[in-house]
Antibody, heavy 120, light 106 residues
Framework: QVQLQESGPGLVKPSETLSLTCTVS????????WSWIRQSPEKRLEWIGY???????NCNPSLKSRVTISVDQSKNQVSLKLKSVTAADTALYYC??????????????WGKGTTVTVSS | EIVLTQSPATLSLSLGEKATLYCRAS??????LAWYQQKPGQAPRLLIY???NRATGIPARFSGNGSGTDFTLSISSLEPEDIAVYYC????????FGQGTKVEIK
């Protein structure tokens, strides 16, 4: 059974770069898209971006200038970097697998999430 | 960006009652819509994809309907374990989520 585990610093200073890793266990990173999603303290869900195992990426236009998503197939890991963070980036960050269930891919496996607070 | 608007914000029902949740898109998403269930302290769980297909392991009391801009998620008979927040998500243009509907026991 595939499991996802997000990890990274829980506290980031304003203007610095948030760095998170999603480790995939119980299955391969190959043949899937992997998305990052965040949930604000108000419980709003926002898609950040995805990466295909081959390395192609796409991001939410509202965050695109600050986001870098990468994949390390040898480690079965996907990483997220969000630069120039502000308090508005404080959220619970999830990674999720997108599986080809229907006409498109949908998020069928999620990690438990990791909380990131932006504060000095 | 396609905006998804869910209603009502909160749905208060008795156990055994039928629940109907609504999701309206700001422009057509065809049937490329999913529903997720999120319980307190847990990650969202995929319930429905392509508007009407149940994901693996989802009970038959959950059903989805709709196409274009108007969608519904129905729970035929509310069980205690169905108390959660439900989100719709479109897959037609990038990905966006609705703001959620909280289902609670009256």
């Amino acid at each position: 059974q595939v499991q996802l585990q997000e990890s990274g610093p829980g506290l980031v200073k304003p203007s610095e770069t948030l760095s998170l890793t999603c480790t995939v266990s119980g299955g391969s990173i190959s043949n899937y898209y992997w998305s990052w999603i965040r949930q604000s303290p108000e419980k709003r869900l926002e898609w950040i971006g995805y990466i295909h195992y081959s390395g192609s990426t796409n991001c939410n236009p509202s965050l695109k200038s600050r986001v870098t998503i990468s994949v390390d197939q040898s480690k079965n890991q996907v990483s997220l970097k969000l630069k120039s963070v502000t308090a508005a980036d404080t959220a619970l960050y999830y990674c999720a697998r997108e599986a080809p269930l229907g006409y498109w891919d949908y998020m069928d496996v999620w990690g438990k999430g990791t909380t990131v607070t932006v504060s000095s | 960006e396609i905006v998804l608007t869910q209603s009502p914000a909160t749905l208060s029902l008795s156990l055994g009652e039928k629940a109907t949740l609504y999701c309206r898109a700001s422009q057509s998403v065809s049937n490329y819509l999913a529903w997720y269930q999120q319980k307190p302290g847990q990650a969202p769980r995929l319930l429905i994809y392509d508007a009407s297909n149940r994901a693996t392991g989802i009970p038959a009391r959950f059903s989805g309907n709709g196409s274009g801009t108007d969608f519904t998620l129905s729970i035929s008979s509310l069980e205690p374990e169905d108390i959660a927040v439900y989100y719709c998500q479109q897959r037609s243009n990038w990905r966006t989520f609705g703001q959620g509907t909280k289902v609670e026991i009256k």
